[in-house]
């Protein structure tokens, strides 16, 4: 019942909000602006044995059916309402091993349950879930939201130790948007780049909640900011800064986490730095080193399955990343990224890609994913995964 009275209200906030307004809304009907896209996309995963689960070499092949439409109505000059979701259609040998488990991998465990799947023993699963669900009002230098929305804080572009809210993984590529979190955010504007922002993000408990400032200023062609606030059991003090090295562009951020009640490694850290260039021909680099105290530097982790936060974005202590992206035709683009870890294992990702444009507003995308690992004094390759996704927007 608390859910649903609290599901209520973030569809109701938005017309209150409207009745307040003190100058009423006199259009004789709602703007409304709508897009989406529909996507499928086929994969295989080739495992090497990794007991318990996989004791054997595995091959899974599954397919995906993904539509996605966002709707914003714009009620009046000072309020906007969005609601986007997504509808996915699974099928292949990934449902049939996992059944009901891998539904809930696909749900976003937030304070409202705004989800809907099902999975069969026939390896069939289909999944629908509103991501966006929020309200915004705008007035003067004040703007707030209200409801499942994307906070996004981070500036750099792999890692995102500043994230506090919407920490994603370099690994998902086919969800674009990101989740969100139902929060509330209060944000007002100071002047030219630079702002102060609260934010909330709703939980049952204090110590499951999200509760953060922002500020932000531009100062020497840098744009900084700081942040502070819990997340969870840790009290955090970070920040972040935007600039650029002669052509360069360089970004970089930084999370001091700080957990009293811990029994052991009570202060942790998250910090980024990273540089890109493009060149004359369009030959494009982007590189980056990310620390993250919480990582190891023992052993295999799979990569593939990591749920990150802003706490622990990569399961290793310590990354190297690099990535080239080059236009060999203005519809064709090649890319490479590679994530090299130091430790026992010299864990690297490997991801090359390939983006074709086929006709208006259709993409074809291909990548590849593999995990390198060094087992047994040899490299070996115990992951690997192929991917095919063909894109239509609207």
Do not use: C
């Not at 209150?16 to 809304?25: D, F, G, I, R, S």
């Not at 996989?54 to 609601?83: C, K, M």
């Amino acid at each position: 019942m608390r859910r649903l009275i609290g599901s209520l209200a973030l569809v109701l906030f938005p017309l209150a909000l409207l009745q307040a307004q003190e100058t009423p809304v006199r259009k004789p009907f709602a703007r409304w602006q709508a897009s989406g896209y529909v996507k499928s996309l086929q994969s295989a995963f080739f495992i090497s044995p990794l007991p318990p689960l996989f004791p054997f070499e595995t091959s899974l092949y599954d397919n995906l059916i993904h539509q996605r439409l966002n709707l914003a109505w714009y009620g009046s000059d000072h309020f906007t309402l969005h609601v986007e979701w997504r509808n996915r259609l699974f099928w292949g040998d990934q449902v049939r091993l996992f059944g009901d488990q891998f539904i809930e991998l696909q749900t976003n465990d937030d304070f409202f349950d705004l989800s809907r799947g099902k999975a069969s023993a026939k390896g069939v699963a289909i999944h629908s879930t509103l991501d966006r669900l929020y309200g915004t009002w705008t007035s003067g230098h004040w703007e707030i939201s209200l409801g499942r929305q994307r906070i996004n804080w981070g500036i750099s572009t792999v890692w995102n130790p500043n994230d506090l809210f919407n920490a994603f993984s370099f690994i998902d590529f086919d969800y674009e948007e990101r989740p969100g979190s139902d929060a509330l955010r209060v944000q007002y504007w100071l002047g030219f780049a630079s702002r102060a922002e609260l934010a909330i993000k709703l939980a049952d408990r204090l110590d499951e909640a999200v509760i953060a400032a922002l500020y932000g200023f531009n100062a020497h062609e840098y744009d900084f900011q700081i942040i502070a606030g819990k997340m969870r059991a840790d009290w955090v003090l970070g920040g972040g800064w935007a600039g650029s090295i002669k052509d360069a562009g360089f970004k970089g951020e930084l999370t001091a986490f700080y957990n009293p009640e811990a029994d052991s490694a009570r202060f942790n850290l998250a910090a980024t730095v990273g540089l890109d260039y493009m060149w004359d021909n369009s030959f494009y680099l982007n590189t980056g080193l990310l620390y993250t105290s919480t990582g190891t530097t023992e052993g295999l982790t799979d990569l593939f399955t990591y749920q990150p936060s802003a706490k622990n974005l990569w399961p290793f202590r310590y990354a190297v990343f690099a990535m080239g992206a080059y236009p060999f035709t203005p519809l064709l683009n090649v890319s490479l990224a590679l994530i090299y870890s130091p430790g026992k294992s010299h864990s690297t990702f490997i991801n090359p890609s390939l983006t074709l444009s086929i006709a208006d507003n259709w993409d074809l995308y291909l990548t590849g994913q593999l995990q390198a690992a060094r087992q047994n004094k040899a490299y070996q390759l115990p992951l690997k995964a192929l991917f095919m996704r063909v894109k239509v927007a609207f």
